[in-house]
């Protein structure tokens, strides 16, 4: 069976953060989840971390949307992934990572 492009930019998420010894999991996206959480969930160096994964032209939901904010306004990680910066994730944790860790 053929990937979706979307499900192509996630296997590249869990790879990159299983590269990196992140803890992460990928919420079940039914009426038993939380509606609107983020694709993938992860715990780096003590920080908490949720990726909404998009392809293509893909936009968040407002749902999504009140949902990173939410991470954001927590003190989390909230980030939007896509084909367009995959390849950027890793140095884009490091440096959020390394940012959260001088301001404690």
């Not at 392809?55 to 749902?63: E, R, S």
């Not at 009140?66 to 992934?81: P, S």
């Amino acid at each position: 069976m053929a990937m979706t492009p979307e499900a192509k930019v996630k296997k590249k998420v869990k790879e990159t953060l299983n590269d990196m010894g992140a803890y992460f999991l990928q919420p079940i996206g039914t009426g038993f989840g939380a509606m609107g959480a983020p694709d993938i969930v992860a715990c780096y160096k003590g920080c908490f971390i949720g990726i909404e994964c998009k392809a293509g032209k893909g936009k968040t939901t407002a749902l999504q949307e009140f949902n990173l904010k939410k991470i954001d306004t927590n003190g989390g990680l909230a980030i939007v992934i896509n084909e367009m910066n995959v390849s950027q994730l890793m140095e884009l944790i490091e440096q959020w990572v390394n940012t959260v860790q001088i301001k404690t």
